[in-house]
C-alpha cells in the first residue's frame, strides 16, 4: 500500500502505478549491438538494502513515468520525479 | 435466575428506558440499550457462557472487551450465523439470538468434555507429533475425531445476504482510540486546525474512562466540545485492524444497529484511512494470572469486573477474591465495597501502596499479602479458592474471583509495519519501538498507565500529528480531570510453575504444562513455541496471553524477557469480514466489464457472449449452430465460401503522432517502418529488450507524421505504456505522441470472397477495386457525422477488409453492413472461428507469443534481415536463441482417423518414451473443414529429423499421430487475399 | 443520452463527450501553451488537474505537456492551428462517456470508488483509477460531479455507481 507523491498529481495509492523496474541502470543507445552491454542492462541488478531508484509510471493518473526512491527496507519513498527530468 | 438480580439499582452508561429482550441458547432475556450481551448475561446471573477449544472445559466472561478469548458466540440464524464473536464486544440490540459454541448436547452436560481426561493426548506438539512424525498414520485415524471435537463455532454454508462496503478516506490526523489519551489528542489536533478522525472499536466513546466512575463530566465535556469542531469525525464501533504503508490505516466498521433500516446499507464497511499523521492511543489490556482453573467461570480481569460495575451496572459477584500483583486492583475491590459486596484481596506482592491498603481494611476489606491463589473450585461456577501465603493455605468460599498481573499496552498497530516493541522493565510490559515522525503515542499504549498521563501525552501527541498536516494554531489545555489513580505493578508478576490446569491461553486451551513441555522438547523460541502449541494463534490472537507465556519461558530458559522477544505482530487486529474487505466488487460486479459499441446488437441477436479479459465478445452465434463446435466449423465456411463479419472492436488502438513518429516506430518495430507509404498498412513485430516477441499487428501510416497502430486484444494496455516508458526514459528527445484510441473506434472485420462487393454496396463512395485500395491499403471517409477507415487486411487469409468507424456510430455502420450484406450471404462469426481461421493460415497469436518465443522461432527471422538499432535487436542474437534444438513454428495435421488434437500436448518422436517434456508442444489446434481433419500449430526442436510426430496429452491419456507441414495450411501464395 | 433516476435518490446521466486532446513536445512548451492560449483565446491551466474555463469551453490540463479540451459540441477547428514542430492534435470525442451523478450522498459514493481525497476534488479535474479504469472525476458542489470514462467501461460504472449508493 505505497503512497506516490506525483510530481503533477499529488500523493496516490500505488494500485494507480505501474512497475518499471531498476531506474538506476543505464540503457545502451538503441543503435547499439554490443551484446555485453545489452546483457548488463537486462539482467545485471543489484539488491540493494535501503535506498533504491525505480521507474514507476501514474499509468490511472498523468502517465507520466516516474523515478522514484524507495528504501527496499522501510518502504519509505525519499523522492519521486519525472523520468525526463532525469534524463535532460 | 431470569430476574435481573445483578443489575445495580441506577448508574452506568445504559439507557434503561430501552428495554431490549434476545435469546441465548433458547432462552429468553433481557437487557437494556448500552448492554453488551457479556454485560446483559452477567446481569441476568449467566456466568457459564462456552466450552473451550480442546478439552471443553466450561468457560465464562474473561473480559469487557476486544481481548475475550472465553465468551465466543455464534449470532444469527440460517445464512445471517456469524461463528466467534466475543460477547464482550458485541452491542446489545432486541432480538439478538445468540449460542454458545462448543457444547453438544447442552452447554450444561457436554459429551465432549470427556476430552479433558484425554489431555495428555492434546498436550502441545500434538499437531506437530501426529502430522510430521512416525506416528503420520495416526493422524488418519485421529483427524475424524479431533476435527469433530477440538474447534469453534460453525459459519453458515449460505451465500451472504448481506451488503458490505469497501472504501477510502482521508484524513490529516487519525486517532486511534478515544480514551483519556484520545479523546486529549483529537482535540488538540483539531484545535490546530488539523482535519481529526476519531477512531473507538466500542460502540461509546471513552475507553477505559468509562469504567472509572468519576469520568462521567469529562468524558460528556469532551465528546460534546469534539463533536462540535467541524473539522472532526467521530466513527465509533471502528477497529483499527492494520497498519500499512504510507500511514494507510485499514479500518473496519460495524452498522449502528440502531440506525433504523437503511435501504442497500452495509452490514460492515471496510475503509482504508489514509492519514497524514497518527495517534496510536490504544489502552492496556490487563493480563491474567496464571494459577490452576483459573479458566473456571466466574473467573475475571479486574478491569472486566470494574467495567461492568460502573459501565454497565452489574455486580458480578458478592464474595469476591481480587487477586492481583498491581496496585490498579485495588480500585475495583473499592467499587465492588462501594457496591456492599464481601472482599478478600490476595495480594501476590510482599508490600502494596500503604494507602491503597489503609482504605481498603477501612472499607472492611480483608487484605492478604504475599498471597497467591493456588486453586478455585467449582466447574461451572466458582465456589471458592484455595489461598496459600506464608502462614500457610486457607480455603475462601466466594462467587467471584478477580486477577491483575499488570498491563499490556496494545501495541499490534505499531508494530504491523516492522517497529519492534520494547520491554519496560519499570512497568513490566512490552511498549512501541521507535516509530516514524508521522507517528504518535500517548497514554497506555505507550506505558503511560494513569489518566494524568494520558492526558498531558494526548494533547502533546495531538498538537505534534497536527503540525506534520501543517497545522499550529494554539491549543487550549484539556479540562482537568480528578480521579483516583494508582502506580503500575511495582514488582514483575511470576507464575507458580508445577500447577496443574493453570492456563495461560484460554482460547486455544495451553496451560503452563504445555509450554514447559514445548521447552523441553525443544521449542524454545516464542515462534517455536507458538506454533507447537498453537498459543495464540486462536481467534484472540494471544490478546491475553502471548506476555505471560513468552515471560513464563523466559524464566525456563534462564534469560531476560527482551531476549525471548514478542512474536511478530501481523494484521488483523480482530477477525475481520472477508466480505467487507471485497465490498460490493462481488458477483455481477467482481470486476468491472468492458463492452464494444456494438454489444447490444450481438446480445439482440443471439450470440453466445465470452470474457475475453474484461471484454465481452461473442464466441459464436446460434444461427451458426447449437453448441460452439457445430457452429465455429459453420462459421468458418461461411468466411470461406462467401463472407462473414466479426466485431474486432476489442483491438489495442493506439495513435502516434509527431515529426519523429516514423523513427519511433522503426525503433519500436523489429521490421522496418521508415518506408511505409502514406496511405499503407503494415504488419509489425515488437521485441523486448531480451529479444523475445513482445507483440504484433497491423500499423498504418495515415499521414506523413501520423500512424494508426493496432496491438493485440490483450496486450494493448503493456504496449502503450512500453512505447510511453521509451518515450519518457530512453529517447525524451523523439517529438512523438502516443495515446490510446481504442475506444474510439468500432472495428469490425469483413472476410471472405465477396467482401470486396458487400463494401462497394455499402460505401458506394469509396473505390475497392484491387487498383484503388490493394491488401494493406487505406481508404477514408464518414460515415453519418463519425470518421470512418477502411484498411484492407486479412487475418483469415481471405480477402478482407477492417472497417474503422467512430465508436458513437458503431452499431449503426455494423447494421448498415449486415442489411447491405444479406443479399450476400453476409452473416455475423465469433471468436471461436476467428481464432480457427487464423490457425489455417498460419498466422500466430498468444499461444505462440507465450514470452518465450524469438522471431525466428516463430520463421519470421527474415522480416529482420539486414535491419538494425531496433528494440531486442542485440540480445536476438544471443547465442542460445540460434541453438539446433530450438522449437519452431510447425503444422502439425492429425493423420489418425477420428482423432483430435489438443492443445498443450507434446510432442515425441514415434517410438521414443513419451516421457519427460519432449520435442515440442501444440500451442493452437482446431477442426479445419477445409481439410476435413484436425490441425495445430505447434513449436517443435528445429533439429527434429522425421516428419511425424506423437502428441501426447497426458491429462486425458491421449496418444495421436500427427503429421509435420508448413504452418500455412491454406492458400500459401496468398491468392485468396489478393485476389 | 441514457438517463436513469431510480428510486433511490441518485440521477445518473450517460452523455457524449466531446473532447480534444493537445500535446505539446518536450522543448517547445512554452511556444506551444501560447499558440494554444491563442487558439481558444483564454489562459490554459498552469497545474495539472486545474480547469480553465470560457464560453462553454472547459480546457483541463491532464499532464505536464497535455491538455484536454472539452467543447460543449464536437469542434473539427478547435486548436486545429498548432503548428506541428509545437505539438499535436488528437480528437477523442468518441470514446468517452460523460457520467454526470447527482446525489446527496455523493461523497460518500465517490468514497466507494476513487482513492482519492474528496476535501481535495472540488473546482479541479482528478484523474484517478476506479477499478482499475482511468477516469476524470470533477465535482461542482458536495452533490454534483461528473466522471469522464472510456466509452466501453461506461456502463459497467454507471452500474456500479447507481449499485454502491
Known sequence: ?88 | MTSTEKRLASGGYLDRSQVLKFMCDGRQYTGFKGDTLASALLASGVSLVGRSFKYHRPRGILSAGAEEPNALVTVGTGARREPNLPATMLELTSGLEAASQNNWPSLRFDVQSINSLFSPLLSSGFYYKTFMGPSRRAWMFYEHFIRKAAGLGKATMMPDPDVYDSRDDFTDVAVVGSGAAGLSAARAAAQAGARVLLIEQDFEIGGRLLSEPGGATWLHTMRTELEEMANVRIMRRTTAFGLYDGNTLALIEDADPFAGLVMNAARKTCTLLHARSIVFATGAIERPMVFPNNDRPGVMLNSAIRAYVNRYSVLPGRNVVIATADDSAYLTAFDLLAHGARVVIADARPLAEPTLLAKAKQMGAEVHLATNVTDVKGKYAVTGVVLAGKTGTIGVSCDLVGMSAGWSPVVHLTSHQGVKPVYRADIDAFVPGQLPETQFVAGAAGGSLSVSEAIAEGVSAGRAAAAVAGKVERVAEAPVLEIEETAGPTTVYKPIFGQRKAFVDFQMDVTLDDIQLAQREGYESVEHLKRYTTLGMGTDQGKTSNINALKVMAKLRGISIPEAGTTTFRPPYTPVAIGAVAGRATGHHFRPYRLTPIHDWHTANGAQMLEVGLWMRPWFFEASGRDVNTAYVNEMRLVRSTAGIMDISTLGKIDIQGPDAAAFLDRVYANGFASIKVGRARYGVMLRDDGIVFDDGTTTRLEQNRFFMTTSTAKAADVLSWLEFLLDTAWPDLRVSVSSVSDEWAGMSVAGPESGKILSAAFPDIDFSNEALPHMGLAGGTFNDSPLKIIRLSYSGERAYEIYVGASNGEAAWRHLIDVGAAYGLKPYGVEALGALRIEKGHVAGPEIDGRTTLSDLRMGRMVAKRSGYVGEALSHREAFQAANRQRLVGLKCIDPGKRLRGGALLFAPGEPLQGHGRGRMTSITYSPELDCYIGLGLLAADFKGDEVIASYPMKNEVVRARVVSPVFLDPAGERMHG | MVETSSAKRMVLKQLPCPLIQCDAWEGALAAFESALAGEIGGALPTQVGEIAGRDGLRVVRAGPRRFWIFPSERSATIASGIPPELGCRLDLSEGRIRIEVSTPDLRDVVSKCLAIDWDRTLGVATFSSLHRIPVMFTRSSECDGEFVVPRSFARSIAEWLEECQ
Open chain 1, 1 to 88: 500500500m505505497l503512497r506516490i507523491d506525483c510530481p503533477c498529481c499529488g500523493v496516490r495509492d500505488h494500485s494507480e502505478f505501474r512497475y518499471g523496474g531498476d531506474a538506476t541502470v543505464e540503457r545502451p543507445a538503441h543503435d547499439n549491438p554490443d551484446l555485453d552491454a545489452w546483457y548488463r542492462y537486462v539482467y545485471l541488478r543489484a539488491n540493494p538494502k535501503g535506498l533504491h531508484r525505480e521507474y514507476w509510471q501514474h499509468v490511472l493518473g498523468c502517465r507520466q513515468w516516474l523515478v522514484v526512491e524507495r528504501d527496499t527496507v522501510t518502504h519509505s519513498i525519499h523522492s519521486v520525479s519525472f523520468s525526463r527530468r532525469q534524463r535532460a
